[in-house]
T-cell receptor
Framework: NAGVMQNPRHLVRRRGQEARLRCSPM?????VYWYRQLPEEGLKFMVY????????ESGMPKERFSAEFPKEGPSILRIQQVVRGDSAAYFC????????????FGAGTRLSVL | DQQVKQNSPSLSVQEGRISILNCDYT??????FLWYKKYPAEGPTFLIS?????DKNEDGRFTVFLNKSAKHLSLHIVPSQPGDSAVYFC????????????????FGQGTILTVHP
């Protein structure tokens, strides 16, 4: 039973470029969450999605960041015009169809902005 | 606004002894609490959880205690093993009046546990 799959594991971008992070939830899971971890800090909630719906985006920066979870394919976290402060580890988690509080995490994407 | 706090950045224990990791929260709407373990360059792994209707939950070597009046929970690992060395995160979530989770988890800053052989 494959876990939450994130790719790429490492992503290097220059300032001003776009970063696209992908997440495939565990089989049977239809709830996806994105978190960001800055160095020396805990994980901070960004956005909660179900298929084709954004449920809660209260943790997303107002500009440059967007997320989607289409009917087919993985969830995508998109960061436009990246800045050095976007350098962080981005984790995706998923939970079962009936919701639930336990979230299962992927290995993360480490974004480095040069 | 740190709603979940782990005040000890690190903890060092001897193999075979008990490890106690602490967590405090301020938001009284939180009613479900989780502990995750994280190794470097990996994602957090779920360890154990507890609902606010309980004060203790046990799973093998891991026990979580919840003191709602003090807004405090702790994770006990006994006996501790070198493989337990990792960063431990406390997390909390809230539910709406219908009992459905709001979804988002609020995490503490983490505690680095080192278990010496």
């Amino acid at each position: 039973n494959a876990g939450v799959m994130q790719n790429p594991r490492h992503l290097v971008r220059r300032r001003g470029q776009e970063a696209r992070l992908r997440c495939s939830p565990m089989k049977g899971h239809s709830h996806v969450y994105w978190y960001r971890q800055l160095p020396e800090e805990g994980l901070k909630f960004m956005v909660y999605l179900q298929k084709e719906n954004i449920i809660d985006e209260s943790g997303m920066p107002k500009e440059r960041f967007s997320a989607e979870f289409p009917k087919e394919g993985p969830s995508i976290l998109r960061i436009q015009q990246v800045v050095r402060g976007d350098s962080a580890a981005y984790f995706c988690a998923s939970s079962p169809r009936n919701g639930g509080d336990i979230q299962y995490f992927g290995a993360g994407t480490r974004l480095s902005v040069l | 606004d740190q709603q979940v706090k782990q005040n000890s950045p690190s903890l060092s224990v001897q193999e075979g002894r008990i490890s106690i990791l602490n967590c405090d929260y301020t938001n009284s709407m939180f009613d479900y609490f989780l502990w995750y373990k994280k190794y470097p360059a990996e994602g957090p792994t779920f360890l154990i959880s507890i609902s606010s209707i309980k004060d203790k939950n046990e799973d093998g070597r891991f026990t979580v205690f919840l003191n709602k009046s003090a807004k405090h929970l702790s994770l006990h690992i006994v006996p501790s093993q070198p493989g337990d060395s990792a960063v431990y995160f406390c997390a909390a979530s809230a539910r709406n009046a219908g009992g459905t989770s709001y979804g988002k988890l609020t995490f503490g800053q983490g505690t680095i546990l080192t278990v010496h052989p």
